[in-house]
T-cell receptor, first 111, second 116 residues
Framework: AQRVTQPEKLLSVFKGAPVELKCNYS??????LFWYVQYSRQRLQLLLR??SRESIKGFTADLNKGETSFHLKKPFAQEEDSAMYYC?????????????FGKGTKLSVKP | NAGVTQTPKFRVLKTGQSMTLLCAQD?????MYWYRQDPGMGLRLIHY???????AKGEVPDGYNVSRLKKQNFLLGLESAAPSQTSVYFC???????????????FGPGTRLTVL
C-alpha cells in the first residue's frame, strides 16, 4: 500500500526554537518524497524534494529508508515559517506517477 | 505568465445543481490534475490528465467528470452536486517528464465550493 502519514495536525513552537515536522511513508520500492508548503492566502508550492538533497529557507529533510521517514527540520524557526506543510509521495501508475499527500501539519511559530 | 488559474474562486450550489470548474494553464504543461482539500484529509486526487484528449481517475473520482479538450484547459464537472462535495478544489499542472523523473506540480489558487 502507498501511504503518507503526518502524525501531527498542529505543531506550535516559539521563534528561534528548532522544529521537526514528521512524515512517515509506506511504499514498495525506492520512494520519491517531497514537502509542499501552503502559506496563508497563497498557493500550494513545492518546498523541497529528497532527490535534490537541498536546503530551502533553512529547511532540510533526510530520507531514512530504515525508518520509512522523511521528516522536515529547521534549527531555528521564524514567524514567516508559519504555514501548512504537506509531505507527499510519488505513487505508482500514470506516466509520471501521481502524488499521494499526507493530511498536513499546521506549523505555528509564535513570537 | 499567469501560471495556473481557476474559475470561479467561490461558488454556492444547492443539492442537485450542476456546475463546471475551469482550470487553465499557460505553461504548456502536459499533465493536469484536480484535487479536493478537506479539513483533516489533506489533498486527494480526483482526476488527472496526461495530455490533451486523455483523462484518468484518481483516488476519489465518484460524482465528478472531467474533460481535456485543449491542452491548456482542464474542466471538472459536477453533474448533481451533493453536500459531501463541499470542499476546496485545487487544480495543478506539471511539465512532461523525461527519464521517469518527477516534475514539480504547480497549483492554482483554489475554488471554494459549498453545496447546501
Amino acid at each position: 500500500a502507498q501511504r503518507v502519514t503526518q502524525p501531527e495536525k498542529l505543531l506550535s513552537v516559539f521563534k528561534g526554537a528548532p522544529v521537526e515536522l514528521k512524515c512517515n511513508y509506506s511504499y514498495s520500492g525506492s520512494p520519491e518524497l517531497f514537502w509542499y508548503v501552503q502559506y496563508s492566502r497563497q498557493r500550494l508550492q513545492l518546498l523541497l524534494r529528497h532527490i535534490s538533497r537541498e536546503s530551502i529557507k533553512g529547511f532540510t529533510a533526510d530520507l531514512n529508508k530504515g525508518e520509512t521517514s522523511f521528516h522536515l527540520k529547521k534549527p531555528f524557526a521564524q514567524e514567516e515559517d508559519s504555514a501548512m506543510y504537506y509531505c507527499a509521495l510519488r505513487g505508482y501508475g500514470g506516466s509520471q506517477g501521481n502524488l499521494i499527500f499526507g493530511k498536513g501539519t499546521k506549523l505555528s511559530v509564535k513570537p | 505568465n499567469a501560471g495556473v488559474t481557476q474559475t470561479p474562486k467561490f461558488r454556492v450550489l444547492k443539492t442537485g445543481q450542476s456546475m463546471t470548474l475551469l482550470c487553465a494553464q499557460d505553461m504548456n504543461h502536459e499533465y493536469m490534475y484536480w484535487y479536493r482539500q478537506d479539513p483533516g484529509m489533506g489533498l486527494r486526487l480526483i482526476h488527472y490528465s496526461v495530455g490533451e484528449g486523455t483523462t484518468a481517475k484518481g483516488e476519489v473520482p465518484d460524482g465528478y467528470n472531467v474533460s481535456r479538450l485543449k491542452k491548456q484547459n482542464f474542466l471538472l464537472g459536477l453533474e448533481s452536486a451533493a453536500p459531501s462535495q463541499t470542499s476546496v478544489y485545487f487544480c495543478a499542472s506539471s511539465p512532461w517528464t523525461s527519464g521517469g523523473r518527477y516534475n514539480e506540480q504547480f497549483f492554482g489558487p483554489g475554488t471554494r465550493l459549498t453545496v447546501l
